[in-house]
C-alpha cells in the first residue's frame, strides 16, 4: 500500500483539503431536503457537483473529498434504488472527482508550484444513514459487528473505483472506527487498499462527540497499518487545538482538521447559526498547523473562500 499522504507531504508541508460539499450546494440554490442530502445530486445534478468541486481546486485545495458521504447501500435502497443502481451511484461519486481532478489538471497554468490534487471516497457514519442526526451523539443503539456489516460492502465499492484514499468522516464513537478498522483489515486479504483517514466529530477538546476520550481513540487508531493518518471533522473550531494536541501526544502519524465554520445548531431550519466574531479560517489554520496538524480544510458552512484564505495563510 502506497501511503499518498506521507509521499504528499515529503513535498510540501501541507495538504489542504476541500470545504463543505453539502452546505455549499445548498448556498448555490441546490434544496437538499432529502434522506440522501448531497448524494442525491449524484443522480440529479452532478455537473453541479463537478462545479464545486472545481471552484475548491481553484482556491487552492489539494484534495477533494466525493459526494459519497451520504451514499450508502441502505439508505439508497431504501429511495428505490436497486442494489446494482446504488452499486454505480457511490462509484460514480468517486469517477466525478477524478474527472474533475483530470480536467484541471490538463490545464499547464494549474499545475504552477503544486502537486496534483488527490481524490479521497468519503465514507460517513451510520448516523449519517439513519438522518437523525445521531452522528453527532454516537447513540445509535447497534452492536460494532453490525456497523462491520453496515460498512463493508460501501467500502469495497469506494476501494474499487479507485480514489487515492479513504476519509472515514465525522465519526462520533469508538466503536465505529473499530469496526471500520476491522472492515479494511479483512478487505487487505482480497483488495489492494489505500491510505485511509479516520477523523471523529467532537463535543469539546478532549472526547469525542459519545463523550469518548479522543486521546484514548487515537493511540489505538495509531498501531493499525490501514489508518494513515487521524483527526477531527465536523467540530467547532474553537476545540480543534486542544484536540489536535491531545491526537498528536500519542501518534506521530499525520493529523488531520476539517472543523466546521462553527455556529449553534438550529433543529427548525437545520442549519448552523452563526455565532459572534472570530478569527478567520485562514488565521485559525496556523495556529492548528502550529498544534501539529498537516491534513487541513473545512466542514459544513465553509466556502471555497474559506479554503482560498486557509491555503493562502498555510503555503505563505
Not at 439508505?75 to 454505480?88: F, I, P, W
Not at 448516523?127 to 453527532?136: K, Q, T
Not at 494513515?228 to 465536523?234: Q, R, T, V
Request: aromatic share 8%.
Amino acid at each position: 500500500m502506497t501511503d499518498v499522504i506521507q509521499t504528499y507531504l515529503e513535498q510540501q508541508k501541507y495538504l489542504i483539503i476541500d470545504g463543505a460539499l453539502g452546505t455549499e450546494l445548498e448556498r448555490r440554490g441546490c434544496n437538499l431536503n432529502d434522506p440522501l442530502w448531497s448524494a442525491r445530486l449524484l443522480s440529479d445534478n452532478p455537473d453541479m457537483i463537478a462545479t464545486v468541486h472545481t471552484d475548491y481546486l481553484h482556491a487552492g485545495a489539494d484534495c477533494l473529498i466525493t459526494a459519497s458521504y451520504q451514499a450508502t447501500f441502505q439508505g439508497l435502497v431504501r429511495q428505490g434504488y436497486t442494489l446494482e443502481q446504488a452499486r454505480k451511484l457511490i462509484r460514480s461519486a468517486v469517477t466525478l472527482a477524478k474527472t474533475v481532478v483530470d480536467a484541471f489538471w490538463a490545464d499547464p497554468a494549474n499545475r504552477v508550484n503544486r502537486l496534483k490534487p488527490l481524490v479521497a471516497a468519503s465514507a460517513g457514519p451510520y448516523g449519517a444513514f439513519l438522518a437523525n442526526r445521531s452522528e453527532y451523539t454516537g447513540h445509535y443503539g447497534v452492536s460494532e459487528a453490525e456497523l462491520v456489516d453496515f460498512h463493508k460492502e460501501r467500502l469495497k465499492t469506494l476501494i474499487c473505483a479507485g480514489p487515492d484514499l479513504l476519509a472515514c468522516e465525522t465519526l462520533p464513537c469508538f466503536a465505529e472506527a473499530r469496526a471500520i478498522v476491522r472492515v479494511l483489515e479483512n478487505l487487505m486479504e482480497d483488495l489492494d487498499t489505500i491510505p485511509a483517514w479516520f477523523s471523529f466529530s467532537a463535543k469539546d477538546g478532549r472526547h469525542i462527540n459519545s463523550g469518548e476520550a479522543v486521546r484514548d481513540c487515537a493511540q489505538w487508531l495509531d498501531k493499525k497499518p490501514c489508518v494513515a493518518a487521524m483527526g477531527i471533522n465536523c467540530t467547532d473550531p474553537v476545540h480543534v487545538a486542544s484536540l489536535v494536541k491531545e491526537i498528536r501526544s500519542v501518534t506521530d502519524k499525520p493529523v488531520v482538521v476539517y472543523p466546521n465554520k462553527g455556529g449553534v445548531y438550529n433543529s427548525l431550519t437545520k442549519a448552523l447559526a452563526p455565532k459572534p466574531y472570530r478569527p478567520s479560517f485562514g488565521e485559525m489554520a496556523v495556529h492548528w498547523a502550529k498544534q501539529g496538524a498537516q491534513l487541513i480544510g473545512g466542514c459544513c458552512q465553509t466556502t471555497p473562500d474559506d479554503i482560498r484564505q486557509l491555503a493562502l495563510a498555510l503555503k505563505s
